[in-house]
């Protein structure tokens, strides 16, 4: 595996499931980001983790847990979901650090449908 | 603060035409500038990256952006467009004091008619 993989690539849950994204960087990077994608809306950075520990939460919902257990894995736990959460979710990694002007190099997304 | 501002959600070209995506920026300071391209069911791709070492920046699959200071703009483009170039562009800002922060457009999206 190369680059930065993200699983599962589809995900669909009901308002009262629990599930897990997961995001593995081979790149040797020591940042890793989590992005939320809606239609017609800009990227939305939800959290940043450097070095193993959160430098950055965007004001998220606590049903959105992440978890970064080493500088190469990072999860995103979902609980009682809104349908308004429905969007693709992506993963990001940097080489640097949180410093300015690192390039982001970004997974596939998941794509997560809440009914 | 940093912005970044993409004039028009939506650019049509025929192939073979130029391809002219814009992005204006806001930063009191020099900033780092991005550009990103998503094909549909994919993540972002990095097209290229502006870091202050030259004016005209030249990426991936024929883009180029060239970074104007007196008219705070970053616009991309391609002389000869490519069915295959359809996809959402996005540019980006790296935002000062806030580690590796990216603050990204509102993105554009490139048809391209044959």
């Known amino acids: 595996e190369t680059g930065v993989t993200q699983t599962p690539r589809h995900l669909v849950m009901g308002m009262t499931n629990k599930k897990s994204l997961k995001c593995e960087q081979h790149?040797?990077?020591?940042?890793m980001y989590w992005y939320k994608q809606s239609a017609k809306k800009p990227l939305e950075l939800m959290f940043v983790?450097?070095?193993?520990?959160?430098?950055e939460n965007n004001s998220v919902p606590s049903r959105f847990s992440p978890e970064c257990p080493n500088s190469s894995h990072l999860f995103l736990h979902l609980h009682t979901l809104q349908p308004e959460d429905s969007a693709l979710y992506l993963c990001?990694?940097?080489?640097?650090?949180?410093?300015?002007?690192?390039?982001?190099?970004f997974g596939p997304g998941t794509r997560l449908l809440v009914l | 603060a940093q912005s970044v501002t993409q004039l028009g959600s939506h650019v049509s070209v025929s192939e073979g035409a130029l391809v002219l995506l814009r992005c204006n920026y806001s930063?009191?300071?020099?900033?780092?500038l991005f550009w990103y391209v998503q094909y549909p069911n994919q993540g972002l791709q990095l097209l290229l990256k502006?870091?202050?070492?030259?004016?005209l920046v030249k990426g991936i699959n024929g883009f180029e952006a060239e970074f104007k200071k007196s008219e705070t703009s970053f616009h991309l483009t391609k002389p000869s467009a490519h069915m295959s170039d359809a996809a959402e562009y996005f540019c980006?800002?790296?935002?000062?004091?806030?580690?590796?922060?990216?603050?990204f457009g509102q993105g554009t999206e490139l048809s391209v008619k044959p």
């Open positions: 502006y870091t202050s070492a030259a004016t």
């Open positions: 790149l040797g990077h020591n940042a």
């Open positions: 930063s009191s300071v020099p900033p780092y």
């Open positions: 980006a800002v790296s935002v000062y004091n806030q580690g590796g922060k990216l603050i």
């Open positions: 990001a990694s940097s080489q640097g650090g949180d410093r300015v002007g690192e390039t982001q190099y």
């Open positions: 983790y450097s070095l193993e520990e959160r430098v």
